[in-house]
Structure formats: C-alpha cells, structure tokens
C-alpha cells in the first residue's frame, strides 16, 4: 500500500521559513509527479506547488509563487517543500500528493495518493 508521510510542519511567526518533507513509499517514486496541497479551516483544499517526475519542471500557485519552493529527491524518495516569509494566511494543514507520470505535470486533477497532512501555523 502506498505511503505518503509529511512532516516538518510547527508554529512559527509571520516571516519565518519551514520546510516541509514528504516520504514516499510503495511506489515508483521517480515514475510520478508530486505536489503540495493546503487546506484551511473551513476552506476547501488548494494546489500549492507541483514538480514533475523528473524533478526539472515546477509550477506553483500565485499566492505562493517567490516564496516557496519545491524539490524532488528521487533517490531518497523524498519531496520537499521550502516556505519562506510565511505570512498568517499561510496557516494551514498540508498535503503531499503523487500522480502517475502518464498524467500531465502542471494540472492539479489527478492526484490519487495522498498523506495525512502536517499543520502549519502562522502567527502575526
């Protein structure tokens, strides 16, 4: 069964970086696109960032384009994402999520594998 198990998540204050990591396992990892979803309360699920298979294509959403950055560790079955000058509204639960490489990259349907999220807190 696959596995999907972020960590790296905390309270941290308006400004601050954090890193979040995803472990991969039970897949072919470098056979699939991963990407970061958030959820805040009493909102519905958002794209965050994807990357692509091969780990040479991103593409990010609006709200945290500059800020974020995603990578792909293929060898280590791991996938991260990098958040910088968190701001308040960034405050949320976080999800790894993979999809097969058949699928395009840069769409955010698809994604059939998912963690069981790391709260991230931001305070003003």
């Known amino acids: 069964q696959v596995q999907l198990v972020e960590s790296g998540g905390g309270l941290v204050q308006a400004g601050d970086s954090l890193r979040l990591s995803c472990a991969a396992s039970?897949?072919?990892?470098?056979?699939?696109?991963m990407a970061w979803f958030r959820q805040a309360p009493g909102k519905e699920r958002d794209f965050v960032a994807s990357?692509?298979?091969?780990?040479?294509?991103?593409f990010y959403a609006d709200s945290v384009k500059g800020r974020f950055t995603i990578s792909k560790e293929n060898a280590q079955n791991m996938v991260h994402l990098q958040m910088n000058s968190l701001k308040p509204e960034d405050t949320a639960v976080y999800y790894c999520?993979?999809?097969?490489?058949?699928?395009?990259?840069?769409?955010?349907?698809?994604?059939?594998?998912w963690g069981q999220g790391t709260q991230v807190t931001v305070s003003s």
């Open positions: 990357i692509s298979w091969t780990g040479s294509a991103t």
């Open positions: 039970k897949l072919t990892f470098s056979n699939y696109h």
């Open positions: 999520a993979a999809k097969t490489r058949l699928l395009a990259w840069n769409t955010i349907s698809g994604y059939n594998y």
